[in-house]
């Protein structure tokens, strides 16, 4: 007697076979997690400064989405303060150097939290527009910012 043909049973072990070996198209990352930097929170920024008052500078820190490629690499943070300036249009119009500097801070681009720079206003620090001047240096490439801070005698 002739066993009875299971047709079926080869397309079972092929498609069991082909879906062992797919996969579902999403790929893992597994580099390490990175963040990225900008300047300031606006706290640290719209409040009326005084002369001889120590400022504050919170750097906000992104993460970026995680990938394969992900490398660590180093970060410095600058901030300078230039001024003053009679009004914000003759602040934006001039291009002057930072006379007031924070201590440049090294980090890296791994998630690390979010560091602080701090720049002391001079005590013989004048009224008026100050231009708050931010860098990020990383990767041979530099980022620059700017905003303004008011500062008062009074």
């Not at 992900?70 to 934006?92: D, I, Y």
Request: one cysteine or more; hydrophobic letters at 40%; a positive charge.
């Amino acid at each position: 007697m002739r066993p009875k043909s299971r047709p079926f049973l080869p397309i079972a072990v092929l498609i069991l076979g082909l879906s062992a070996c797919s996969s579902s198209g999403s790929v893992v990352a597994t580099g390490p997690t990175l963040q990225t930097y900008s300047c300031c929170s606006s706290g640290d920024i719209n409040a009326v400064r005084h002369p001889g008052e120590t400022v504050q500078l919170h750097w906000l820190a992104t993460p970026l989405a995680p990938s394969a490629n992900s490398v660590m690499s180093t970060v410095r943070l600058g901030a300078g303060l230039s001024g003053p300036f009679a009004s914000v249009s003759a602040l934006k119009a001039a291009n002057s150097p930072a006379t007031v500097k924070a201590p440049v801070i090294v980090t890296t681009n791994q998630d690390s939290g979010a560091p602080v720079s701090v720049i002391v206003i001079p005590t013989d620090a004048a009224d008026g527009y100050y231009n708050l001047t931010t860098t990020v240096d990383q990767d041979g490439g530099q980022l620059t910012g700017g905003s303004v801070i008011k500062v008062s005698t009074k």
